[in-house]
């Protein structure tokens, strides 16, 4: 074992490496034995500074310089932001340069260290603990917590189960009464039917003894009574009852079985810590009782149909021309891209860095503009792209339809890659309508709930982030003169859910459940594509008259 690490952790000199230090150089940063002291003092090329070991001052351990390997850097240049020795120093190639003392920006950085230190120990390491203290007691409790949720399950099928039966009973009970009664009517005929073929009987009896008698005073008594029993007996005509089966709705059911509110699971920083990189819910704004127009775009396009927000006061808009337009809310063309094939696009949107992603169905292409440069990062085969969004982790939602047009779904792409297709609800039904030339629109919610205005369909289709449908809305019946017809959707900050009603000229807000909340007018006419920019105010593309008007209708 080498003598530095054995075991009494004795520190020895740095040069000979055998024997206990006594003594430290103060300038070369370096431990030294009462024998080597001599030799290291007879190095003349620096000023030594040697003390006995005990005494010694904290000495930073400097830096070598890395051009001159015998001097330690014990200045730092603030212009070049490098720790420069005295040799660099005088070398002129800093003159005129501000220099401090590396002690200086050492101590500065010890405090701080000292101070992310005490930070770490006392305020943050403390809380990772705590949350994974959380972490474990709710996996302790999730047995009990999910059993319980059994447990209320079977006692509510126990409760119907006991309903049925008593009802089952119940029915049982009144057939058993229409069966008694059935049969004491029944009964009561055969008497009487038996009865009258007995008096027959007798009545017959009666007239072949005559005939047999010759009996003239017999004969000249006798009187018919046959006309007694022309007429039958009254026969009983009785109706079986019959038993009409309720075909089982099985929404219906579930609904009287009690509902179960679905696993929301939502990834949130915590803002304990108070640090500014946290980031907080965001602040509660009120609907405006009445939402103010404040800004109107003439874009110049001849039939206008999506708008996507570059930023606060600046649009992207596409129309029926391959023409795509970034205009400030002074109506100035900032900016125009022409698709790749010169077709139109079928929508656009803008990602988390900036750049214009477009769809063009004439090619089946997903494409992104780049520095005014276009690429196509998805090409689909078999299938039609029609409208896009992007979502809060960057990735792209795509509506699309079959090349036969007998299917449609909506596909999550990462890059070029599809991570997820959502197409059928759980009974294997189609969740949108395959109709290629009517919208639908996509937007996310805050919630990752997944918003198609589904035209055709004449619904908004809601879908949580797993593709599992969550409800359809399909209008307000209040104050609609059309039915209800939804273009473009969008989302906001408070997890609304907005979409044009092209026919009705008007905006629907809804809840994330899906409830009617207001509407917006505005004067709107004809509503087409939609977009909220990150403060939450509205934009919305007029179609036929090729305006986006900005409104305003939350609370600041």
Known sequence: MHPRHSAQKVLLCDLCETVPLQSRCEVCNINLCKACVGEHLSDSSKRHHVMPYLQRKTTPNYPRCPKHTSEHCKHHCKKCDIPVCITCVSSGKHKGHKLSEFRDKLNAKTQR????????????????????????????????????????????GEILHREINAIVNQRKSVIQ????????????????????????????????SILKSND????????????????????????????SAQKINTDQLQEMFGSLSPLYINAQHGDTMKSPEAVSPPPV?????????????DTGHTLLFSVTCLSEDQVWTCGNNQTMKLL??????????????????????????GDLVYTDYNNNTINLVKNRKIRAVITLQGWVPLYVCTTASDDLLVTM????????????????????????DDKGCPLYSPARYLSKYIS????????????????????????????????????????FYPRGITTDSQSHILTADFDNHRIHILDRDGQFLRYILCN?????????????????????????????????
């Open 401 to 424: 339809n079959s090349d036969d047009y007998k299917q449609s779904k909506v596909v999550r792409y990462s890059g070029s890659t599809a991570m997820q297709t959502i197409q059928f």
């Open 216 to 243: 003239v005073s017999l004969t000249s008594t006798y009187k018919s009574r046959n006309s007694e029993f022309i007429m039958l007996p009254i026969k009983f005509r009785v109706t079986l009852p019959s038993f």
């Open 328 to 353: 400030n809310l002074q109506s100035k063309l900032l900016t125009s891209i022409q698709t790749k094939s010169v077709n139109a696009p079928q929508d656009i949107t803008v990602t988390r860095s």
């Open 285 to 297: 704004k009120p609907l405006l009782a009445v939402p103010r127009l404040t800004a109107t775009i």
């Open 524 to 556: 709107l006419e004809r509503p087409w594509g939609l977009c909220v920019d990150i403060i939450d105010n509205l934009f919305v593309a007029e179609w036929d008259n090729t305006k986006v008007k900005k409104i305003q209708y939350l609370s600041t």
């Open 444 to 483: 996310e919610n805050r919630n990752l709930d997944i918003c198609v205005a589904d035209n055709e369909t004449s619904a908004v289709v809601v879908v949580n982030q797993s593709g599992k449908l969550r409800f359809r809305y399909t209008g307000h019946p209040s104050n609609t003169k059309q039915s």
């Open 177 to 208: 009464e229409m069966k008694n009664t059935h049969l004491s009517t029944l009964n009561k005929n055969t008497d009487e039917i038996k009865q009258k073929i007995t008096e027959l009987k007798q009545i017959i009896l009666d007239l072949k």
């Open 113 to 156: 260290l000292q101070k992310d230190l005490e930070e770490l120990e006392t305020r943050i390491y403390p809380r990772y603990e705590e949350m994974a203290s959380d972490v474990q007691t709710e996996k302790a409790e999730l047995e009990t917590n999910y059993g319980e949720l059994t447990t209320a399950a079977e006692q509510e």
